[in-house]
């Protein structure tokens, strides 16, 4: 049985300081991450942004078109958030580096999922069929994630090597799919436990591509 678990609001993770146009975009992020696109509405984007919907419209056309801007902002936010404040990020070993990112990424799946679930990834399950410009901007934002990943795991082959047949680019990726499915996984059974079990086997296959070549 899933666990069970109080749902809280989003409004929490929308700051207080910044533009409209910055509030709106931190809406939006919080409230699909918890609701997913399709049921969050603009008029619940103003109140969480704490914004009229006059002002909405005065940056954003449409729901659609601030869904571009937010899968953009979030492309930054992992930028901060994954690669740069953390402390693996600064380790010098590049298969340390990779494996600290990965311990990283299983020490966030903790707590509701709207806390540590992907905001493009949710958006594009709804998404690629009907919105191209969201599809395209979401697969825009996970491609930087994955190129940014495999700088670090290409300098980690070019010291170790690799099991044949795999580059960089193509192990970012998989890192990335791991991630995306435990995050449905964690949503399905109410549990981040059995996701934090298929980031644990992921990081196993990733130290048996670098020792069994």
């Keep these: 049985?899933?666990?069970?678990?109080?749902?809280?609001?989003?409004?929490?993770?929308?700051?207080?300081?910044?533009?409209?146009?910055?509030?709106?975009?931190?809406?939006?992020?919080?409230?699909?991450?918890?609701?997913?696109?399709?049921?969050?509405?603009?008029?619940?984007?103003?109140?969480?942004?704490?914004?009229?919907?006059?002002?909405?419209?005065?940056?954003?056309?449409?729901?659609?078109?601030?869904?571009?801007?937010?899968?953009?902002?979030?492309?930054?936010?992992?930028?901060?958030?994954?690669?740069?404040?953390?402390?693996?990020?600064?380790?010098?070993?590049?298969?340390?580096?990779?494996?600290?990112?990965?311990?990283?990424?299983?020490?966030?799946?903790?707590?509701?999922?709207?806390?540590?679930?992907?905001?493009?990834?949710t958006m594009v399950q709804e998404s690629y069929n009907s919105s191209d410009p969201i599809r395209a901007a979401c697969d825009a934002s996970i491609r930087a994630y994955a190129l940014r990943l495999a700088e670090d795991i290409q300098q980690a082959i070019d010291i170790y090597g690799i099991a044949s047949g795999v580059s960089a680019v193509s192990l970012a990726y998989h890192i990335q799919a791991v991630l995306q499915g435990a995050f449905i996984l964690a949503k399905a059974n109410g549990n981040p436990v059995i996701a934090r079990d298929s980031v644990m086997h992921l990081q196993r296959y990733v130290i048996m591509l670098f020792t069994q070549k």
């Design 1 to 121: 049985m899933p666990a069970s678990r109080t749902k809280k609001s989003p409004l929490k993770h929308v700051p207080a300081a910044g533009s409209a146009r910055e509030k709106l975009i931190a809406a939006a992020i919080a409230t699909v991450r918890y609701k997913g696109f399709s049921a969050t509405s603009v008029d619940e984007i103003c109140q969480a942004a704490g914004v009229t919907k006059g002002a909405f419209f005065h940056h954003f056309a449409s729901k659609e078109a601030l869904a571009v801007a937010a899968a953009g902002a979030w492309t930054d936010i992992a930028e901060q958030r994954i690669f740069t404040q953390p402390d693996w990020t600064r380790i010098p070993d590049p298969l340390e580096r990779l494996l600290g990112h990965i311990d990283f990424r299983l020490s966030m799946l903790d707590g509701p999922a709207e806390d540590f679930t992907c905001f493009v990834g």
